[in-house]
């Protein structure tokens, strides 16, 4: 009779610890995907896509956890699973997603950068130019050959955090360097 007893009693255990385990799935889907949104709740805001990377490795086991088979037996399923297919097309979209919310944010800012800083060393700056500019990404690479405009979009993007208050003129650094042949 003591083995039945402890065989349940093990076994309700178990069963209770799964069911943890599944809360805490739910939970932290959840939160996955509100951490997510709210990347988007404010359209004055440039996503900086290595914020997107830093989500994905916090959420990397939420977002890898896509087993079912063993929640269709439990009252948990359909929580779960809801989260999971949100979860799965998130995953499969977010770049995209980024993507357009930071060109709608770029083309929105692009007049007023314009207006703010052109002409820049007696040059109007094209859209190229002006989109690296407004973006408020922790870093912009900026790739051209030799005299299409990389040091006047520094300039430009110096001019524009000061007229825009971002920054003060003491916080600023910049270093230009030039290869001049014999």
Request: one cysteine or more; aromatic letters at 10%.
């Amino acid at each position: 009779m003591g083995f039945l007893k402890n065989y349940l009693e093990a076994k309700k255990q178990y069963k209770l610890h799964q069911n943890d385990e599944y809360m805490h799935l739910i939970e932290s889907t959840q939160q996955c995907i509100q951490e997510y949104e709210s990347f988007f709740k404010n359209k004055n805001i440039y996503i900086d896509p290595n914020n997107i990377s830093v989500w994905e490795k916090k959420w990397f086991y939420v977002l890898q956890n896509n087993d079912n088979k063993k929640l269709k037996k439990t009252r948990f399923y359909d929580a779960l699973s809801n989260n999971l297919r949100t979860l799965s097309i998130i995953d499969h979209n977010k770049q995209s997603a980024c993507d357009s919310w930071n060109l709608a944010y770029v083309n929105a800012k692009i007049p007023v950068a314009h207006s703010l800083i052109c002409p820049t060393e007696g040059r109007n700056l094209d859209y190229q130019q002006l989109s690296c500019i407004v973006k408020d990404a922790a870093n912009c690479l900026v790739v051209a050959g030799a005299g299409t405009g990389k040091t006047t979009t520094i300039i430009g993007k110096i001019k524009y955090l000061l007229k825009t208050n971002t920054c003060n003129p003491q916080d600023i650094g910049s270093l230009v360097y030039k290869l001049i042949g014999k």
